[in-house]
Each structure stands twice: as structure tokens, then as C-alpha cells.
């Protein structure tokens, strides 16, 4: 069963976590985001582990928080990689009425459970996709800036290097396809807001 904490930012909170679910008998494995936990949990229990999870300080998202925000992830991963279109000129519009909330309200759920923004997810995806179809050889860095809607190919240059530490022109000219993967489920370590990641780090 998964369960989602609240943005956990420190070492200290990941082994808070581990150890008071240990205490309960229960066997996590990855612990990020969100805790995997081999065991089905039944209502008692899962009162428990909020419970003890709140001594140290964190706090489990309720199911209905975490649906919407797997929902908002779904709903631009969707958008980025599968549509047929250039994006959404106005995204936040397009998530509310998707969604049947306001903007601000999403943004701030987004943020509570996972540490970074809507608009930075976006962007990681957007990267990700122009990743691809720089790999594919089938249109140019114009039209990816258009697809993906950059207002130029500067632009788009821009926040390609900030992510992956490299321009799309030297992307493009490596000659081992190496793949520099960023998880759709996404690491929120390079997640965080202004946070910039070297290639060594991101391989």
C-alpha cells in the first residue's frame, strides 16, 4: 500500500519515518514522496501510523489530496507527451476546469504534498519530452520550442540547460544516446524549486 506524507526535505525525516514504522510492525520500502509499505493496512492501523508519523512532526495527506494530486500529475504528463497539439497557451485554466477547482487551491496541494510547484513539475515534463523529440530526429529545435510552447528556441535552451545541465545542440550531438531520465513519477530532490542538477548527478 502507498501511503503520501507531506513534502519530507530532510535525511532526519526519512529515518523518523523508517523507525516509527518499524516500531508498528510495518516493513517500508522506498521512502520518498510517499512510502511504499508491503503489508495491507486496515483502518486502525493506518490511524496509527498518522498517529505516530505526527509525534515526529510529519504528517500523512489525506486519501483526497493524494488522489488530486496524482490527478494533476496524470493530467500534464498526459498533456506533455501524449497530445497531438502544442500545449495549453493557458495551462492553469485548463487544470481548473479539468479538475473542477481553482488554480490557487490545486498549486497549493500540489506544493504541500510534493515539494515543488505545478509549473516546475510542468517544466521538468516539458524537458523530458523535448528530450525525446530531439532523440526521434523528426523536427527541429523551432518547432519543439512551438510544440512544447516556448516562446523561442532561446528560451526553451534556457531551461533544457538548467535541468539537464546541457544545451539541446550539445544533447543532440552526443553519439551515445545515454538517457537522462527524469522519472514521471519525479524525484523531488530535482524538483526543488531553482534547484539545477550537473549530468554526473542526473545519469
Known sequence: MKLLVKYL????????VEEELNKLGFHPGHINLSIDIKEDISH???????????????????????????????????MVHDADEP????????????????????ANIFSEGTGTTIEHFLIIQKIERAKQLINQHKVNLTEIAFQLH????????????????????FFKSLKKKTHYSISKGVNPIILLPGFTKSVLDII
Open 150 to 169: 516556448y516562446s523561442s528556441v532561446a528560451h526553451l535552451s534556457n531551461q533544457f540547460k538548467k535541468i539537464t545541465g546541457l544545451t539541446p545542440s
Open 44 to 78: 486502525d492501523q493506518h490511524k496509527q501510523i498518522k498517529m505516530a508519523l505526527r509525534k515526529g512532526g510529519l504528517e500523512l495527506l489525506d486519501d483526497k489530496k493524494g488522489r488530486l494530486i496524482e490527478k494533476i500529475k496524470k493530467i500534464i504528463i498526459d
Open 87 to 106: 500545449l495549453k497557451t493557458n495551462f492553469s485554466s485548463y487544470l481548473s476546469e479539468k479538475l473542477s477547482y481553482n488554480y490557487t487551491y490545486l
Open 9 to 16: 526535505l530532510s535525511q532526519v525525516s526519512l529515518i523518523s
